[in-house]
């Protein structure tokens, strides 16, 4: 049963990417890249790797759908003539990375194998001295916050930059003065405002 | 091993495929809006029965933020299709209607 899941979101997802790559209408281009990145989400969930799925479904199907919509709307919504005639030479580029890719995961362990080098690397040292060392019982948050402190410690600050970016670039000062404006305009005629 | 939780994962899965369709073929914008719609509240609920086929219901949390996110996201597209601007004004509205 697992098995006939995978298979059949993987054929969605093959179906899906063709569709993109054939249609003219680049909204409705965008609107698959969404069902195209909750179909990777529901397949991360379904792998176990739950974590990624959450990334994905909030950074793929959120976020950049919308990114996309705020540049169609900067440009057009339809795709150029321009490159419609068939690239052998990209063709074969892409067939050649791709067949070294596959090449690449034979040398892989097999999916969820227990016997992994991801899973005896560290973790077998973490599991053993986590007690002693740091003595918190949640063994993610131990790691998350000593063992790897300073590398969380950068992530939250990368993080936090580009949402004050972000929130920057958006307009935010717009936001402030749309507040400022209705807070003047409620204080004025008493509530009547919007 | 087929049970009444594979059952719907089975019709799960035919849904999705409908609403593939109609999100590719889909006319109209808002057919594909729709699509999208859909198709994440498929996606919650596939989660949420793959859960139970696989004897661990703790997906359902995951499951729930999911269709929070997919909420958010109708709106946000919606509003944008609307009026071409997340922090649409407020006499951009009045306008507009």
Redesign the interface.
């Known amino acids: 049963?697992?098995d006939?899941?995978h298979i059949?979101?993987f054929t969605?997802l093959a179906?899906?990417a063709i569709?993109i790559i054939r249609?003219r209408d680049l909204?409705?281009a965008v609107?698959?890249m969404?069902?195209f990145s909750?179909?990777s989400?529901?397949l991360f969930?379904?792998m176990d790797a739950?974590d990624v799925?959450?990334t994905e479904?909030?950074v793929g199907?959120?976020i950049s759908?919308?990114l996309m919509?705020?540049t169609l709307?900067l440009t057009t919504s339809k795709e150029s003539r321009l490159y419609q005639r068939p690239q052998p030479l990209a063709l074969i580029a892409v067939l050649l990375t791709g067949a070294a890719l596959v090449y690449a995961t034979f040398d892989m362990p097999r999916y969820g194998d227990p016997a992994a080098p991801i899973h005896h690397h560290v973790a077998d040292d973490y599991i053993e001295r986590i007690d002693d060392d740091i003595g918190v019982p949640n063994m993610v948050t131990a790691i998350l916050a000593s063992y790897r402190g300073y590398d969380t410690w950068g992530e939250t600050t990368v993080i936090f930059t580009a949402g004050v970016g972000v929130m920057l670039l958006?307009?935010g000062g717009?936001?402030v003065y749309?507040i400022r404006r209705?807070k003047d305009g409620r204080s004025e005629d008493g509530g009547s405002a919007? | 091993m087929i049970d009444q939780f594979g059952v719907a994962t089975a019709a799960l899965l035919v849904c999705m495929a409908m609403t593939l369709i109609r999100s590719i073929a889909g006319p109209t914008v808002f057919d594909r809006i729709l699509a999208v719609n859909s198709f994440g509240t498929k996606t919650v609920l596939l989660i949420a029965v793959y859960g139970f086929l696989s004897g661990r219901p703790d997906f359902l949390d995951l499951a729930l933020v999911y269709a929070l996110m997919n909420f958010i996201g109708t709106i946000a597209v919606m509003k944008f299709t609307r009026f071409g601007d997340l922090a649409g004004m407020e006499e951009d509205e009045e306008e507009i209607l």
């Open positions: 049963m697992i006939v899941i059949v979101l969605f179906v899906i569709a249609l909204f409705a609107m698959l969404g069902i909750l179909l989400a529901s969930t379904v739950v799925a959450f479904a909030a199907a959120g759908t919308i919509l705020a709307s958006l307009g717009r936001t749309r209705r919007s």
